[in-house]
């Protein structure tokens, strides 16, 4: 697929803001930097998917976030990812084609990715798409509810709304911040967050936010993690998802560290899983957990069975009788 660093550049720019020679260049590193990213998203059918649709517009919050502040204010910043958003949704065809490699697209129509379309604007095709297609039809009743996939929304936003059944916050990763030392427990407890999203619907981890959504940051966990960074940080996280609960369940997460707010947090974004997840715990037991409300917990064995069955009904009883 031919890709344009042209297109979302002019969108950044046009018809605001004014930028100054150094901000210009800035910004035409972020809009080449940002198809760089979309490159390995932009699959075949790729728009069908409300997981990976998802994904794309995280990648563009992301990349987007590190345009210059200045000319770029929260109200810009949210109308470019927008606009950026919009527009690869508009070009990037379903069979991963793009119709630059056929038509250049005017100024004036960039311009009009710009405004959100009102309600007389929707063509037939969309409303065709949701009758067709159920993922999309999800996704859109979710954003009309209000309610958009966590995967969609920004680090700001997450910790705006709270913890809830597809949100939670966790201060450390390894680190006792009551016992000060690292212990097991802790560890534990981001495994048994990360089962219950697979478990039941999906969600995010922030890890380095506080239950009272305060900043921690990773600083307490780095002196436990080789090398002590951010990169360290995701190894260590990945191979400990592996060996609690299995390669199929941690090919369904996505841990990066972001910095917000010039604090470091791992953001881990969680797919809802095909199969049931059991996770191995630092004692031995072996758990299924679920997510309940704003809190994950063991699913009770006497209705183990029946929440089997309920979620995942094409499995046979052999099936859902092995773990991760």
């Not at 311009?111 to 996704?139: H, K, M, N, Y």
């Amino acid at each position: 697929m031919k890709l344009d660093d042209a297109a979302p550049r002019e969108l950044l720019t046009k018809p605001d803001p004014v930028l100054d020679e150094g901000e210009a260049e800035q910004v035409k590193a972020v809009a080449k930097r940002l198809l760089e990213h979309l490159h390995e998203k932009l699959v075949q059918d790729w728009r069908r998917k409300a997981e990976t649709l998802a994904e794309v517009r995280v990648t563009i919050r992301d990349v987007l976030d590190q345009l210059p502040d200045d000319p770029y204010p929260r109200p810009v910043y949210d109308a470019k990812v927008q606009a950026v958003f919009d527009h690869v949704q508009t070009v990037y065809g379903k069979d991963a084609g793009s119709v630059y490699d056929e038509v250049a697209i005017s100024e004036p129509a960039l311009g009009a990715l710009l405004t959100p379309p009102a309600v007389e604007a929707v063509t037939e095709s969309v409303i065709q798409r949701i009758r067709s297609d159920a993922a999309f039809a999800e996704l859109v009743a979710r954003q009309l509810r209000g309610v958009a996939p966590t995967f969609a929304r920004s680090i700001e936003e997450l910790i705006a709304n709270d913890e809830d059944d597809a949100v939670e916050f966790k201060s450390t990763a390894r680190w006792d911040v009551r016992e000060a030392k690292r212990n097991p427990a802790i560890e534990d407890a981001i495994v048994k967050t990360i089962a219950a999203f697979l478990n039941t619907e999906g969600g995010t981890l922030l890890v380095g936010v506080g239950p009272d959504r305060s900043l921690v940051g990773l600083k307490l966990d780095y002196p436990h993690v080789k090398p002590p960074n951010g990169d360290g940080f995701v190894n260590w996280l990945t191979t400990h998802l592996l060996n609690a609960l299995g390669s199929p369940a941690v090919k369904r997460t996505r841990a990066r560290v972001v910095s917000h707010h010039d604090v470091d947090i791992c953001r881990l974004d969680v797919a809802k899983s095909s199969q049931p997840i059991w996770a191995k715990t630092s004692n031995g037991d072996t758990v299924f957990f679920v997510r309940m409300n704003n809190s994950s917990r063991a699913m009770p064995t006497n209705d183990l069975d029946a929440y089997l069955a309920d979620r995942w009904p094409a499995l046979t009883v052999s099936d859902t009788n092995t773990s991760a």
